[in-house]
């Protein structure tokens, strides 16, 4: 497999503490915010689901995609997986992964084809 895209983001974590409902809605699924909201501190998972995101945006081989249509789940054994709903990305190998400390996140996507 060629790698044909890097992305990295960083952010800081208090940009989510107070998101505005709208904001959350335009950038994030219905099941993301489910997740990230059954947490103590759902900022953090805010924060470094949208840097996943914006990682996304940088590694994949075309631009033009809603933030909607990049998903984080989370596998039953706690990893993170990036789905793509477009059909450009069939056929791609798209490798996550995530971080945070109690200030800041970041991602880091690879993908391959």
């Known amino acids: 497999m060629a790698i044909i895209g890097?992305?990295?983001?960083?952010?800081?974590?208090?940009?989510?503490?107070?998101?505005?409902?709208?904001?959350?809605?335009?950038?994030?699924?219905?099941?993301?915010?489910?997740?990230?909201?059954?947490?103590?501190?759902?900022?953090?998972?805010?924060?470094?689901?949208?840097?996943?995101?914006e990682a996304a945006f940088k590694a994949l081989p075309f631009k033009e995609i809603a933030f909607k249509n990049i998903e984080v789940k989370t596998s039953q054994d706690g990893k993170p997986n990036l789905v793509i709903y477009d059909e450009r990305a069939n056929g791609l190998d798209i490798k996550l992964s995530l971080s945070h400390t109690d200030t800041a996140a970041i991602a880091f996507v690879v993908v391959s084809e």
Request: aromatic share 12%; glycine share 2%; net charge positive.
């Open 6 to 53: 890097i992305g990295v983001d960083m952010e800081e974590i208090s940009r989510f503490k107070n998101a505005e409902e709208k904001l959350l809605k335009r950038v994030f699924t219905d099941a993301e915010l489910a997740f990230c909201f059954k947490s103590v501190k759902p900022w953090e998972r805010l924060a470094a689901r949208f840097c996943a995101k």
